[in-house]
């Protein structure tokens, strides 16, 4: 049995009922077999594979917290401190009733390496509860965010593990983790990213995944001859991402048509309105059907259908295993040229290699929607050096980040001869910097 084979086994057989995260392991180790093939001998003496799997620290603790009738309420809390090689550990704090620790340890092992792939000195963590803030009262939000920070200060610190927001952790909930983590520790320090303007957060986070999504994608273009302007894009979702990635292709010259939520999508021939799609979702937190009103040469149709418009560039930013092998098929036959995932884990994997197979241009959401944690370790630097950088400064660092991260990712594939495959090329990319940074630390 090769090595990487007996290392997926013995994760399989020892974190038993975590198939997020043996899907994870399993999607990195495959790409990595010619890295490890060619140092077999060292990592095995180093137990490198083995290293890299396990979290080197996992925490999970009791969140109770009392509700507006009086009631305790009690859910768990997680934060996984999976690799700190190259910094501090850095991921975000996902709330969401599916949250478990296998999903927690899925996002941390992935984010190791989306981390590396930024260049920035940033180690892999990530965190959460399975509480949902849908639905609560702010007063209780307050209540859970008070709880679990006064256990996860404990464990967190502007040099050791920096966490963010995720789903369902947005600017009202790091406020609230925030003022916890002062009171307690009676430090002001830069210990969360995703923080308001006006005590510490950086200009360009709200915007970073989207715009980063976008300067990656212009990039791969430039490098193959091509250009986005006059291009038509379809993008899913219509959130954070999504929002800041139709605004950046269009201020780019693409004409992005489409973009959905969990119920409906929109077609808008003459480009979306992006001004109409902050007003729907950011201010008045409607459904997509409005958007109409706003367009009226639009169309709305209920359920899914972004991927059967004839586009040059798909971008999924909406959610996980949203673009299938159907859209995959549905969007060759149309003559797509680029798919660039914005959200985690959109495509699934036979969609992936369909895609690949077919000779589209193929970034993965590990390299593509990496502009968003970047920005954060930004962040992290303006906090240490107690400075503002101004919206140009912040952002001119990213599209810098973004340029570096596709080369750097190019140049792996071509080095162990997938040329064009960015997927082997994140993978190995964002391995190798880790696996050095690990090797020369010694057996820790
Ligand atoms: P938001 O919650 O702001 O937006 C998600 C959007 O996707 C919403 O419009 C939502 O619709 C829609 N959506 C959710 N599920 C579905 C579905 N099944 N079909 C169609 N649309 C759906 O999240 P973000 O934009 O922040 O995140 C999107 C993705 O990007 C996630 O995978 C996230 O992990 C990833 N990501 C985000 C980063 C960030 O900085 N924000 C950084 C890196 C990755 P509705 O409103 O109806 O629920």
């Not at 969140?63 to 009690?74: A, L």
């Not at 930013?317 to 660039?340: F, H, P, R, S, Y």
Request: aromatic share 8%; with cysteine.
């Amino acid at each position: 049995m090769s090595y990487v084979d007996e290392v997926i086994a013995r994760v399989v057989k020892e974190n038993p009922s975590e198939p997020e995260f043996h899907q994870a392991v399993k999607e990195v180790l495959e790409s990595l077999r010619p890295v490890v093939d060619a140092n077999e001998e060292a990592f095995r003496r180093d137990a490198l594979l083995e290293r890299i799997v396990n979290p080197e620290r996992q925490i999970k603790f009791r969140v109770p917290w009392v509700d507006d009738k009086g009631q305790v309420q009690v859910n768990t809390g997680y934060r996984v401190q999976f690799n700190s090689a190259i910094g501090p550990y850095k991921g975000g704090l996902r709330l969401h009733p599916s949250v478990n620790l296998g999903i927690i340890k899925f996002l941390g092992f992935e984010q190791i390496f989306k981390n590396s792939l930024t260049g920035l000195p940033i180690g892999g963590g990530k965190g959460g509860s399975d509480f949902d803030p849908k639905g609560k009262s702010d007063r209780e939000v307050m209540a859970f965010c008070q709880s679990f920070m006064t256990e996860l200060c404990k464990y967190i610190g502007a040099d050791t593990d920096v966490p963010a927001g995720d789903i369902g952790t947005g600017a009202r909930e790091i406020g609230y983790m925030f003022g916890q983590y002062k009171r307690i520790k009676g430090v002001f320090e830069g210990v969360l990213t995703g923080k308001g303007l006006s005590y510490g957060g950086s200009l360009v986070r709200t915007e970073a995944t989207g715009y980063g999504l976008i300067y990656i994608v212009e990039e791969l273009f430039k490098c193959h001859g091509l250009s986005l302007k006059g291009k038509t894009a379809a993008v899913s979702g219509a959130g954070n991402v999504a929002i800041y990635a139709i605004q950046k292709a269009q201020q780019l010259g693409a004409k992005v048509v489409t973009c959905s939520d969990s119920t409906g999508w929109v077609y808008d021939p003459d480009g979306i309105d992006v001004a109409a799609l902050k007003e729907i979702k950011e201010v008045k937190r409607q459904r997509l059907t409005e958007y109409k009103k706003y367009r009226p040469n639009s169309e709305y149709h209920e359920g899914r259908g972004v991927w059967t418009i004839k586009t040059d560039i798909a971008l999924p930013c909406a959610t996980q295993n949203e673009l299938n092998i159907d859209d995959a098929k549905a969007l060759v036959k149309n003559g797509v040229i680029a798919v660039a995932e914005g959200a985690n884990m959109p495509t699934t994997l036979d969609a992936t290699e369909y895609l690949q197979k077919n000779g589209v241009l193929f970034l993965p959401g590990k390299a593509a929607n990496a502009g968003g944690v970047a920005t954060s370790a930004l962040e992290m630097s303006q906090n240490s050096e107690r400075l503002h950088w101004s919206f140009e400064e912040v952002d001119a660092k990213l599209k810098g980040i973004m340029v570096a991260l596709y080369h750097n990712i190019d140049d792996a594939a071509k080095k162990y001869g997938f040329d064009g495959n960015y997927v082997v090329g994140a993978n190995i990319a964002g391995f190798e910097k880790v696996v050095n940074a690990m090797t020369l630390q010694g057996i820790v």
